[in-house]
């Protein structure tokens, strides 16, 4: 099996390493944008050759998009022009919708299964490329009627191999659950970031003392724009509505430190800890 | 050396096993309002035993309050009353100038050091308590001049035995420091686990997609109210002025989606990037 990544970065690079290394490919291809990331590529062996866009969609059996999802619009429907009947594309993004329309009239369509495996880290580049991120995480297959059944069952293959579970969710639904369950989460680091940098500027001494729970929910604030600025702009109505509700609740333990109402401040705080239900460690 | 931990939690519990294994104390008693705790911490050889509040005072060399920060403003004075000249007695709560004040007067004020090691997770009882918790982070000492110098050479040697970095600040900044670097982040992250979890009633497949990111920005809504409401009870004005910010901060977010002004949204998240400089890994 040959698999070409387009797009070398955190994700595309550690799905490299993966399927190389648990022998699901015997051949990974690299193409990318970026000259800088293909010699990092080479030089980390995320991939064993470099291509350009055309060569490297011969060359596959699957092809897997990898790129923020802006530059996904723009090349999926070029990789689907020379999509040949055996050959398999799928994309890795955090929106499905904005892209599924793209290519949905395309003849080409079912050779295209839309994906998005649930894992990533604060970090970005082939550098931040890591085995085992994937590991028994969760891969959405979105809308998987509208695509081939062949190109399905490769793709349930590949992810199956690593190994990741798998659901299925139509479009509209897995861009409503990524806002709730990926995209706010980043938002909420990008603010909570802001808010303390911005006190660090009277207070330089502020950052000794921050420990692991400042750690854990301001990490995310680390992550790229180039890939989130394109995710909320498609996300734009669905990440609105979860950040209003975000506010919203932070606007009650608002007022309700105002109003010195400890009470239900409890009681809250008490239903808060139903995450304990879903969060596993 | 003896050591009397009163209130043996995930803290109390913790410094027991970290300063019994590393030498500093030879015997460690334990002192908790909860026969189940003493018994579960007994169990657990946290302690090497238990007794009441007057024994457990009389026979130690240094006294540690660990309890919730509302029953500290109850105890400290009395155990205060009872403290011998070469006996000190420190805190570890996460506020301080209300128990401070509260002790400003006490004839014994100077065996005091108010103290607050910068560490914890999101579980709490002696259940949750663990050896390297406090491992190579930062303790502060608070107003320190108001302690006795021995007093003040007693904790500082404890802490260092661990070993913890040792920084001194003024009451005041000590508890806006901890509204920015951890109080913030516990009230943000109960009010994205409330978010998440209205939504769930409608959209119970939502946690299955649950990945790295969402775990760590909400991890920290899986903590104590029992602990955090004193905490936001007695530093409500600086918590206050924090979340202002950080709703503020999530408001501009807000108003860049409404207006679709990507360009300012990519220069917030770059500036939100700045936390690198911050935060080590």
Redesign the interface.
């Given at each position: 099996m040959t698999i070409t990544i387009i797009g070398i970065g955190l994700i595309g690079g550690s799905l490299a390493i993966t399927l190389k290394e648990n022998g699901f490919a015997q051949r990974i291809i690299g193409v990318d944008a970026s000259q800088d990331n293909l010699d990092k590529a080479v030089r980390r062996r995320l991939i064993d050759e470099e291509m350009g866009l055309e060569e490297g969609i011969a060359e596959a059996d699957i092809i897997v998009l990898a790129t923020p999802v802006d530059v996904m619009v723009q090349l999926l429907p070029r990789v689907l022009d020379r999509a040949g009947p055996h050959q398999a594309v799928i994309d890795v993004g955090s929106t499905k919708e904005r892209l599924l329309k793209e290519v949905k009239e395309h003849p080409n369509r079912g050779r295209y299964v839309a994906t998005h495996p649930?894992?990533?880290?604060?970090h970005s580049g082939p550098e931040a490329a890591i085995p085992n991120l994937f590991d028994h995480?969760?891969t959405?297959l979105v809308d998987p009627e509208d695509s081939d059944p062949d190109a399905v069952e490769m793709a349930g293959r590949l992810y199956r191999s690593i190994p990741m579970?798998i659901?299925e969710?139509d479009s509209q639904?897995h861009d409503?659950?990524?806002a709730?369950?990926?995209h706010?989460?980043?938002?909420?680091?990008?603010?909570?970031?802001?808010?303390?940098?911005?006190?660090?500027k009277d207070?330089s001494?502020?950052?000794?003392?921050?420990?692991?729970?400042?750690?854990?929910?301001?990490?995310?604030?680390?992550?790229?724009?180039d890939m989130?600025?394109p995710i909320?702009?498609q996300n734009?109505d669905n990440?609105?509505d979860?950040?209003?509700?975000?506010?919203n609740?932070?606007?009650?333990?608002?007022s309700l430190?105002?109003k010195?109402d400890?009470e239900t401040?409890?009681r809250?705080?008490?239903?808060?800890?139903?995450?304990?239900r879903?969060?596993?460690?």
């Open positions: 649930m894992a990533g880290t604060e995480k969760c959405v579970r659901v969710l639904s409503v659950h990524s709730y369950v990926s706010i989460s980043h938002i909420s680091s990008f603010a909570l970031a802001l808010t303390v940098l911005a006190k660090e207070e001494r502020i950052f000794e003392l921050a420990s692991g729970g400042f750690d854990s929910t301001v990490r995310l604030a680390k992550s790229s724009p989130w600025v909320f702009r734009r990440v609105l979860v950040l209003d509700e975000h506010i609740q932070l606007a009650r333990f608002r430190l105002i010195n400890f401040f409890y809250l705080i008490q239903d808060a800890n139903q995450i304990r879903i969060l596993k460690k």
